[in-house]
Every structure is written in structure tokens, then in C-alpha cells.
């Protein structure tokens, strides 16, 4: 069983930075693969980016490529999402998520626990 927490949402404005947090709880972080996803108001979860475990191995989607990052510090048990050039669509709650398989996936259901999410909100 793995809980997860994600920290450092908050309101930001248009070009602004955030980096948010997910912390793991378990002694087997290294194992699992990492993604981060988001939900905006009456939309559906879409995937936003994820992590191999190892760090070495990541995937983003297309239309977030070159704005966001993710990385990982396995002896902190802990994935990162940092947000750059942020835009007012970026506005959602983004939820962290872990795959007992250490490849990583930009499918939802390959996904086997969630955190509670952190909102972030984009304003102008």
C-alpha cells in the first residue's frame, strides 16, 4: 500500500512558476513508476506527465512538453511537478499517482494508487 500527498498547489498568476510536491509513504518508492495528472472543472482527468523509476525515463504530454517538468528524489520518496510559463487552462486540481510497475504510462488506469490532489489556480 503506498499514500501518497501532494503539496505546493496555490493561486499564481499568468506567466508565473509553481512546483508542486507528491510524498510517498513505503519503503519501496524506488519501485514504482510516478505520474502526474490534472482535472479542470467539468472536464475530464487528462494525463499531464510521468516518471520511469529511476528517474531516467520520462514522458509529458504533447501540448505541456517544454513547460513542464517532472523529476523524482528516491531518497526522499518524493516526484515533483515543476510548472513554468503558466497559462490561465493550466488551472485544475492535479493529483499525483503511482504504478507498481516501474515503467511509466500516460494511461490513468495503469495507475494503482492516487493522492487526494492539490489545486492550483492560474489567474490574470
Known amino acids: 500500500q503506498v499514500q501518497l500527498v501532494e503539496s505546493g498547489g496555490g493561486l499564481e498568476q499568468v506567466g508565473g512558476s509553481l512546483r508542486l510536491s507528491c510524498a510517498a509513504s513505503?519503503?519501496?518508492?524506488?519501485?514504482?513508476?510516478m505520474g502526474w495528472f490534472r482535472q479542470a472543472p467539468g472536464k475530464e482527468r487528462e494525463f499531464v506527465a510521468t516518471?520511469?523509476?529511476?528517474?531516467?525515463?520520462?514522458v509529458y504530454a504533447d501540448s505541456l512538453k517544454g513547460r513542464f517538468t517532472i523529476s523524482r528524489d528516491n531518497a526522499k520518496n518524493t516526484v515533483y511537478l515543476q510548472m513554468f510559463s503558466l497559462k490561465s487552462e493550466d488551472t485544475a486540481i492535479y493529483y499525483c499517482?503511482?504504478?507498481?510497475?516501474?515503467?511509466?504510462?500516460?494511461?490513468?488506469?495503469?495507475?494503482?494508487?492516487w493522492g487526494q490532489g492539490t489545486q492550483v489556480t492560474v489567474s490574470s
Open positions: 499517482a503511482a504504478r507498481r510497475i516501474g515503467a511509466p504510462s500516460a494511461t490513468r488506469n495503469a495507475y494503482d494508487y
Open positions: 513505503g519503503r519501496t518508492f524506488s519501485n514504482y513508476a
Open positions: 516518471i520511469g523509476r529511476s528517474g531516467g525515463s520520462t
